[in-house]
């Protein structure tokens, strides 16, 4: 009898009763092991007959292993069973004879083997590089789980992205410029798969460890300097002499104080105080990240993770958007990062998603306020052909539904159906019962149109194992008004722009201003709004088909009042319950909603005084030219275009780069503390060590003390047993 326990937990936790009548086996790869493991299979893939002749090579080197071990054998044998006088054993002579021939026969065969070996293996190594990355890339992805419980992938899973990658990678003779190809499009690939399930904050934040650990890597053309990395993601403090600039706060003193210790900072406290004017300017402006900074800082322009340190301690309400910036001009295609899915509205991006699911991969909805994600999966069946009731079921969970969900499950595994269950978190004990069916139908196998979608609120308790295999997808609003506008304005298709007549395409691309403005404005907190309203594309798409029965039957005259009513008062206001902020919605339609709107037309309402605030409605264009006018001429987030202060963010903004910054430092791996040496250079200890070094702080404290055991002895009062 023997008992083999598994388990799916990374750092599992047993009790010391188990743990004494056990064996503990760490199965985890490593990342060395994986990227042998995915350099086979890069090679297996680009260059199969090399890969062959590897295989076959290693397999006969381990025949010759085998057959020399068997020839020992039997020639210790042999001499073991020999007469006194063996030189009369003619069959042993003889048999000493072909033993000695067959390994020299071997040992040559052997050495013209290791020679092959090493030139297959210079072949192999050319794709080393884009293994070392895959393998980093699946070690990143798993320490995401330290942001969210949901953020599980298995390594199933990355390897077949990391066949796709391979597959869509444009084909080149130059094995150099191939290579360069395959680890751009790995690196998108994986991002684009992950991030359709990231949360909108935590999207930045990917990004950043990304090309962090690029740099680290030396991928990239800007170094990773250890010692300004440390202090950018922990900011320390450093109290030393009063702060003389009433104009920077104590802490932003103290940090730069801080930053100041460091090598090639040591003037900027001095040079602060020195020009208190000229650093003033650069505090006080909207946009500080995108400005030189004075005197001969200016110089940082060439060196930005420097002048990253520089924000860091000055203005840190400003860190989201410098790292966003910075991201987009270190990551190689980082403007292709950075604006990933952004012209793709909803059914778009599940359509994407399909293409990457199999029979064996569910695709999972994870929800949010005012997203349909069964209206867009309703789409798709019709177009594939499903018919809801017969090869599509809808399946919402609850008391009682779990036995009619397996039972649909079984007949779409072998008919091909498809299959969707809602709110799967209301039921996680059935969701494991879930997770042994699906792996009962994967060794099975199942009808290749077979499908299985999930959808719940984001939650804690789904097992790992279920997550681990899904497609995730989170459909929520992006952050900054760009991406806003651009979704909303690709939540519609082209084919229904396309059939608008002019005076419509001008109202709709107004309407999805309004509907950007009034979800940017929630992050604003009790700045923008008294009470957080859920407004979603469904209020959009709601106002936009009212919008056009109103111009199917209006006369010449564009009825604004009436628009604007059903839009302010009806559509988007029937969320609104404060009455300040109906009068707020409403007063931003009086100034979007007019004939104006349909000629080019400010749309920054109260910003005519500011210079360079400014954005324009366009002359009536087609789908795509909208969308060029929104990424040439829509500048960078500012209160100002939803007529706040500029002071109105630096609250919210202040608070998401903390949150970020501690969220990277939990992510970075344990000798990210070590700044390369010093006396302040924190170095990561293992367990052994510390508890090593704990018992020689002990023994160096009391190894003199002497204690009188009689008088201790005398001391107690009640002795135990």
Not at 78 to 88: H, K, M, Q, T, Y
Not at 123 to 129: D, G, H, K, S, V
Not at 551 to 574: H, T, V
């Amino acid at each position: 009898f023997k008992l083999y326990l598994t388990s799916k937990l990374s750092n599992p936790h047993y009790s010391p009763e188990i743990l004494a009548q056990t064996t503990l086996i760490n199965f985890i790869a490593t990342e060395a092991g994986l990227e042998d493991q995915l350099l086979a299979r890069v090679v297996n893939t680009e260059n199969p007959d090399l890969e062959k002749q590897k295989q076959k090579l290693q397999e006969e080197f381990n025949q010759y292993k085998i057959t020399l071990v068997r020839l020992e054998d039997e020639l210790l044998e042999r001499l073991a069973n020999a007469p006194e006088d063996i030189l009369s054993d003619v069959p042993l002579i003889l048999g000493l004879e072909a033993t000695k021939k067959t390994a020299a026969d071997i040992n040559l065969a052997i050495e013209e083997g290791k020679i092959t070996e090493k030139r297959i293996n210079e072949l192999r190594e050319q794709y080393r590089p884009v293994a070392s990355e895959a393998s980093m890339l699946y070690f990143m992805l798993t320490t995401l789980n330290g942001i969210y419980p949901m953020y599980q992938y298995s390594l199933d899973a990355f390897v077949a992205f990391f066949y796709k990658s391979i597959r869509i990678t444009p084909a080149n003779e130059d094995i150099k410029v191939r290579i360069a190809s395959l680890q751009t499009c790995l690196r998108f690939t994986i991002y684009e798969w992950v991030s359709r399930g990231l949360f909108t904050d935590h999207k930045l934040i990917f990004m950043a460890q990304l090309t962090f650990a690029l740099m680290r890597r030396g991928n990239v053309d800007t170094v990773l300097d250890p010692v300004l990395f440390s202090y950018l993601i922990r900011s320390p403090k450093l109290i030393s002499e009063d702060n003389s600039l009433e104009w920077l706060p104590d802490s932003a003193w103290q940090s730069v104080c801080a930053l100041s210790q460091l090598e090639g900072f040591d003037s900027l406290a001095g040079d602060m105080i020195e020009a208190p004017g000229r650093f003033m300017e650069w505090f006080n402006h909207i946009t500080p990240e995108s400005e030189k900074l004075p005197l001969d800082w200016s110089q940082l322009e060439k060196e930005p993770f420097k002048k990253l340190c520089v924000i860091r301690a000055i203005r840190p309400d400003r860190m989201t958007v410098a790292i966003s910036n910075f991201v987009r001009a270190v990551l190689p295609a980082g403007e292709k990062f950075a604006e990933c899915d952004g012209d793709l509205n909803s059914v778009q991006i599940l359509s994407d998603c399909l293409k990457d699911s199999n029979p064996r991969t569910p695709l999972y909805f994870i929800l949010s306020a005012g997203a349909d994600v069964v209206a867009d999966l309703d789409k798709m069946a019709n177009e594939y052909g499903m018919v809801p009731g017969a090869t599509y079921h809808n399946i919402s969970m609850g008391q009682g539904q779990d036995i009619i969900a397996m039972e649909r499950l079984d007949v779409a595994h072998r008919s091909g159906h498809w299959v969707i269950l809602n709110n799967v978190h209301l039921m996680p004990r059935w969701l494991l019962e879930l997770e042994k069916r699906l792996d009962e139908f994967a060794q099975e196998g199942s009808d290749e149109k077979f499908r299985l979608f999930l959808s719940s609120d984001p939650a804690k308790n789904i097992p790992i194992g279920l997550l681990a295999r899904c497609i995730k997808i989170r459909n929520e609003p992006p952050t900054g008004m760009k991406p806003n506008l651009k979704r909303a304005w690709s939540s519609f298709s082209r084919e229904m722009i396309g059939e608008m007549e002019s005076k419509s395409k001008s109202i709709v691309f107004g309407l999805c201003y309004f509907h950007s403005v009034l979800t940017e404005r929630k992050k604003f907190g009790p700045k923008g709004f008294n009470m957080m309203y859920p407004f979603s594309l469904g209020d959009l798409r709601d106002s936009s088909i009212c919008l056009l029965n109103y111009m199917e039957n209006a006369p010449s005259k564009i009825p604004w009042e009436d628009l604007k009513y059903i839009f302010g008062q009806i559509i988007y206001g029937g969320h609104i319950v404060n009455d300040w902020d109906r009068l707020l919605a409403m007063t931003y339609l009086d100034f979007f909603m007019k004939d104006d709107l349909l000629d080019e037309s400010e749309l920054m309402p109260f910003c005519s005084d500011e210079r360079g605030v400014t954005f324009m409605s366009p002359n009536p264009t087609s789908f795509d030219g909208y969308l060029t006018h929104v990424e040439e001429t829509l500048a960078g987030d500012t209160p100002l275009a939803f007529g706040l202060h500029p002071n109105a963010e630096i609250g919210f903004r202040t608070e998401q780069s903390e949150v970020m910054f501690k969220i990277l430092m939990e992510l970075q791996p344990q000798d990210a503390g070590d700044t390369g040496g010093g006396d302040d250079t924190q170095v990561a200890q293992t367990p052994a060590s510390v508890a090593e070094q704990t018992l020689n702080d002990i023994i160096d404290r009391f190894a003199d003390k002497k204690f009188d055991m009689d008088e201790v002895e005398g001391s107690i009062d009640d002795k135990g047993p």
